[in-house]
């Protein structure tokens, strides 16, 4: 009872406090609050940066904020999460500016355009939080400057951002991994927040709340657009043209905060004036921080190469793109290795700084950030960047090079296209082509997707040559290629000048194509991911279909090895008029076959075609799987060909039923500790009786390990290692004597010789195929591949399995990118993907991930022969 009196008595102490307290408690600025604008307290029962606002609190304090001040905001919500999650963007201006928005959106349109401003536009800062969702005080330090610049009372700051500008607020990119994270924060939250990092509070579970659903690090999707998330967002920015665009997010919690500059490398598609910007907008924050005493870094760690980023793509559009990051509390309080303490509210109050800062920078040079903008596109579209066009040829992989007309035409770029035949640049374009003029305004986002290298800066790469001879490790944070014609598999030249055709909308369906008369048959030639697609949605559907391992060639047309037919003597006149359908949902191709009868090749009835039928498969998920490829892995199956996957965690694989699948897909990752000897037996013994085991990049030494290995490959050391010498004479009490005469003979001295080769961070790669083998159908021609990290593997023995892609010789390797010479000469002939027999299964191994952000379409028709046929050609 004493206690209940107490606790009231309190109640009644904390109420009295908070109304003598000033308002400063609801910023964390001090001043007079407007009190009809709600508070964080009023709407969801906690002050700011005392909880990690939920998301659901995150909507519910958002329509509040929204709904007490109709008149300077608008709301709009731009994609839904795959969890079901709205997504929202909220505009904030002076009320004389949100009664004209229409006019300044479309003044804004015109600037972008590269038109003259009929002076209406005003430049909008986009501040865009939480794309991580672990990152969490980014997403409360949004909330807290909607309500800054909603409430604050003779704050001039406020009142110049809120009458010079539009200030676009995206408070949680990411939902799905933000509820993800509170959900395992609050169910591992004791009675007190826990400060060691060691806590369950601050040690998320598998997947971590970094990732969206599909596990995808939606801050490398700008350019693929795989995920809702980013189409929606990509969509809205385009809408609205910011002028300064800011990513904020949050690193490991023993940093301090980092904006603005950037760290080297540098985009060569940036220009001299954003990088002028970005010493403006740089010097705005230190000020702020210097005035408050926060610690803070630059031009280190966080560079502005990768397109694909919150930045660089938003630099690449014109805008003066930024990230920001604060070091992570990853929960309340976290102790720094210093010994200091982290607060969650010392990172929602910098974001909150920072936000206001660089909406502030804009605000008092809005005219200089307009013109600039406005410069910038005009500029490129009277040809500053080039004036030559890209042709992409319909011939060759036709679906992935419509796709890729359509998601770069999503992205604001002037996509034209021209049905075949046609003829262009002295070349022709029998099935039509897509031209992509270099003369437009999103002109360097264009070179920097299509060029089929981006150079990193010389001076930047010497300096990683010295520190790699001195062993010191180098400093590329991301891929070094990312040319999207060959990651897609098609064929993309520039030429020198215009090309005509008509414009193509992202949203146009891909018209199918029908070939062929005759009721015997319908052929699915096996050349793009829409026939994957197709066959996929055909057999789940529960058509009858046959595989052929051979070319074959039937009234003066090829049917490349891969072709699947769907006979009808063994499906229903409704299930082939369904197919017809389908055909057109997909906008895949078919050939309609009169006969059996062919002019070369195998006859529909020969063994070479087998019956295809639709694999049960499971992947592995959870411990010792990387989140990233698993999901990336998973999404590629399910979303783009269609098949649905059953993930199974590590833990449970040894002792998982396996008898129900054909495949199991490990993807990448160190899983041999959560498997377990039992785990690794329940596979082996699935792949004996009859299973598909699929393992990438470094799962593949899981499988490779020990005297009887599933697959008999070994990972290399580095070039010139001897990892077996040192063992060697172990036991001897002495060592030789050498004389050591020189620095080199000194490095030779202390070398590790287990050491592995250096990081590859990431490059295009050619490989070359065994064009005998059923994997790698409709790869006839080699394929570009992603290399990255450290793995390279001994070729597999002829007596033990078949080298299906290798990557090719020293001087034709390198597709685009940077590779360090000696990883050129060391993976030059070594296997990319291998195929070994086991009892009556097969193991196939990838090297490097086929399906890394799901942005190499082009490969898709391998990881469909390695998922979808491996099981039919294996039975
Ligand atoms: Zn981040």
Not at 80 to 100: D, K, Q
Not at 114 to 125: C, E, F, M, Y
Not at 761 to 775: C, I, K, Q, T, W
Not at 855 to 872: E, T
Request: with cysteine; charged share 20%.
């Amino acid at each position: 009872m004493r206690n209940t009196i107490w606790g009231r008595g309190l109640v009644v102490l904390v109420a009295m406090w908070a109304m003598i307290q000033p308002a400063a408690a609801q910023s964390f600025i001090d001043g007079r609050f407007d009190p009809a604008i709600p508070t964080l307290a009023d709407t969801v029962g906690h002050a700011p940066a005392t909880r990690i606002t939920s998301p659901d609190q995150t909507y519910a304090y958002l329509n509040a904020l929204v709904a007490a001040a109709p008149d300077r905001t608008r709301m709009v919500q731009y994609a839904t999460s795959w969890e079901g999650r709205p997504l929202y963007y909220v505009i904030l201006s002076a009320p004389e500016n949100i009664a004209r928005l229409d006019a300044v959106q479309a003044d804004l349109a015109n600037i972008a355009a590269g038109r003259v401003s009929n002076g209406a536009a005003l430049p909008v800062t986009w501040l865009q939080y939480g794309v991580h969702g672990n990152e969490i005080s980014s997403t409360d330090a949004a909330l807290m400057t909607a309500y800054h610049l909603l409430a604050a009372q003779g704050d001039a700051r406020a009142e110049r951002i809120m009458r010079e500008t539009l200030v676009v607020i995206d408070p949680m990119q990411n939902p799905d991994g933000r509820a993800r994270f509170v959900n395992n924060f609050l169910a591992a939250s004791g009675i007190a927040p826990a400060a060691d990092r060691q806590a369950a509070e601050h040690d998320e579970p598998w997947p971590s709340g970094r990732v969206n659903h599909y596990m995808f690090d939606l801050n490398r999707d700008w350019f693929t657009l795989s995920q809702p998330e980013t189409r929606g967002k990509v969509a809205a920015i385009r809408q609205w043209n910011p002028v300064v665009v800011v990513d904020l997010h949050e690193m490991g919690g023993d940093e301090t905060y980092f904006f603005s500059p950037a760290a080297q490398p540098f985009n060569p598609n940036l220009t001299p004036a954003q990088v002028r910007a970005y010493e403006l907008i740089g010097r705005a924050n230190a000020a702020v921080f210097d005035a408050r005493g926060e610690p803070y870094f630059t031009r280190e760690v966080y560079d502005l190469f990768y397109p694909g980023y919150g930045d660089t793509w938003n630099a690449h559009q014109g805008a003066i793109g930024s990230t920001y990051e604060q070091g992570s509390a990853r929960g309340l309080v976290f102790e720094r290795r210093d010994g200091t303490q982290l607060t969650y509210e010392d990172g929602v109050h910098n974001h909150f700084t920072a936000s206001l800062a660089t909406a502030g920078a804009v605000a008092d040079n809005p005219e200089r950030f307009l013109s600039d903008f406005a410069q910038y596109r005009a500029a490129n579209a009277s040809g500053a960047a080039g004036r030559g066009t890209y042709l992409i040829d319909l011939a060759e992989r036709r679906w992935n090079a419509e796709s890729l007309g359509r998601r770069l035409a999503a992205q604001g770029i002037t996509v034209l296209r021209r049905d075949g035949p046609a003829s262009a640049c002295g070349k022709s374009y029998p099935q039509g082509y897509l031209a992509v003029p270099q003369a437009q305004p999103a002109a360097r986002l264009v070179r920097s997707l299509l060029d089929r290298d981006t150079p990193l800066p010389p001076d930047f790469l010497e300096e990683q040559e010295r520190r790699r001879s001195q062993d010191l490790p180098h400093e590329l944070y991301d891929v070094t290629a990312w040319s999207v014609g060959l990651m897609a598999g098609t064929d993309v030249t520039l030429c020198n000048s215009a090309v005509s055709g008509a414009p193509l909308a992202p949203d146009a369906p891909i018209a199918p194509m029908i070939e062929g008369t005759g009721a015997f048959a319908i052929a699915v030639p096996w050349n793009d991911s829409g026939q994957a697609r197709f066959v996929t949605l055909a057999l789940r559907e529960g058509m009858d279909a046959r595989v052929t391992d051979k070319a074959f060639a039937k009234a003066g047309r090829e049917f490349p090895r891969g072709t699947v037919v769907f006979p009808a003597g063994s499906n229903t006149p409704e299930q082939m008029a369904r197919l017809a359908a389908l055909v057109r949902e997909v906008g895949a191709h078919t050939v309609a076959l009169d006969s059996g009868w062919v002019d070369s090749g195998p006859n529909l009835g020969s063994e070479s075609f087998v019956r295809l039928t639709l694999p049960k498969v499971a992947i592995a998920w959870d411990d010792g799987i990387s989140q990233l490829s698993a999901g990336a892995a998973r999404y590629v199956l399910e979303r783009r060909i269609g098949l649905p996957v059953t993930p199974i965690r590590t833990q449970r694989l040894a002792r998982a039923d396996l008898s129900d699948y054909d495949v199991l897909l490990v993807p990448e990752g160190d899983p041999s500790a959560a498997l377990g000897d039992a785990g690794e037996r329940n596979i082996r013994d699935f792949v004996r009786k009859g299973g598909v085991l699929v393992a990438i990049g470094d799962s593949l030494e899981t499988f490779s390990d020990g005297d009887t290995p599933m697959l008999a490959v070994k990972r290399e050391a580095a070039l010139g290692r001897e990892p077996g010498s040192e063992d060697g004479d172990k036991d001897a009490s002495l060592a030789e004597a050498v004389e050591i005469a020189s620095d080199a003979e000194y490095r030779e001295a202390i070398k590790d010789e287990r050491a592995l080769p250096d990081t590859l961070p990431g490059a295009l790669l050619n490989v070359v195929s065994e064009r005998d083998h059923f994997l790698s159908a409709g790869y006839d021609g080699g394929a570009v591949v992603l290399a990255t990290g450290t793995q390279i593997f001994t070729p597999l023995d002829r007596a033990d399995g078949v080298n299906v892609l290798r990557f090719a010789e020293p001087g034709n390797l390198i597709a685009s990118g940077y590779v360090w010479d000696e990883n050129r000469r060391q993976l030059a002939y070594k296997p990319y993907l291998m195929a070994q027999r086991q009892g009556r299964g097969l193991v196939i191994g990838f090297a490097h991930d086929p399906s890394t952000r799901a942005y190499l379409d082009g490969l898709d028709l391998l990881i469909a022969n390695a998922v979808l046929v491996a099981p039919s050609r294996v039975r």
